[in-house]
């Protein structure tokens, strides 16, 4: 059964103490993987996609990596304008579907 | 538009009562999804619209729940005779299709928010 697994479920950081966020799949066939920021009342916004194992993506603090069994968005020292839900979601092949993980909760505190 | 548009964007509404969500993809794109966001919770998948293909309508929760959608351009769901457990955000997401191997990258709108008294 296709799955995706997000962790932690929250974390609390510091301004500037960059960490990463995992998101582990299993899928048969992948045909991308979808990072999300979602804040307070609001809809998801999207941030990456990634299609193969080995590609990198950023965008300002965040980065995110992907390999054949996870993804990581990595943050890098942190503003508490970062804190929010990050939802990851794959995409299986053969299927129009998104397979969601309950996303990480992060506070970042000045 | 720019982006995915949803309206309402809040929804009051007593327990029994109808209500009809409406959601405008971005112009072009020929996918249309709805999930549901309960409190605290992941995204559930309710239906999802393909062009002129016959709608996938396998998330849908109960009968009470349907949805249209005209054409490529605007989706309502419609909610009959809601319950306290209506009670969330909906969510809808529109891509593009794109043909081959890779995914297409979802878009969000706003969402519209349900409180069922």
């Not at chain 1, 990595?74 to 969601?100: M, N, R, W």
């Not at chain 2, 293909?53 to 729940?65: H, I, M, N, T, V």
């Not at chain 2, 593009?96 to 349900?114: D, H, I, K, M, N």
């Amino acid at each position: 059964e296709d799955q995706v697994t997000q962790s932690p479920e929250a974390l609390r950081l510091q301004e500037g103490e960059s960490s990463s966020l995992n998101c582990s799949y299993t899928v048969s066939g992948l045909r991308g993987l979808f990072w999300y920021r979602q804040d307070p009342g609001k809809g998801p916004e999207f941030l990456f996609t990634l299609y193969s194992a080995g590609e990198e993506k950023e965008k300002e603090r965040l980065k995110a990596t992907l390999t054949k069994k996870e993804s990581f968005l990595h943050i890098t020292a942190p503003k508490p304008e970062d804190s929010a839900t990050y939802l990851c979601a794959v995409q299986a092949a053969g299927t129009y579907k998104y397979i969601f993980g309950t996303g990480t909760r992060l506070k970042v505190l000045a | 538009g720019a982006g995915v548009s949803q309206s309402p964007s809040n929804k009051v509404t007593e327990k029994g009562k109808d209500v009809e969500l409406r959601c405008d993809p971005i112009s072009g794109h020929t996918a249309l999804y709805w999930y549901r966001q309960r409190l605290g919770q992941g995204l559930e998948f309710l239906i999802y619209f393909q062009g002129n293909s016959a709608p996938d309508k396998s998330g849908l929760p109960s009968d009470r729940f349907s949805a249209e959608r005209t054409g490529e351009s605007v989706s309502t769901l419609t909610i009959q005779r809601t319950q306290q457990e209506d009670s969330a955000v909906y969510l809808c997401a529109s891509s593009s299709r794109l043909a081959g191997v890779y995914g297409e990258t979802q878009y969000f709108g706003p969402g519209t928010r349900l409180l069922v008294l």
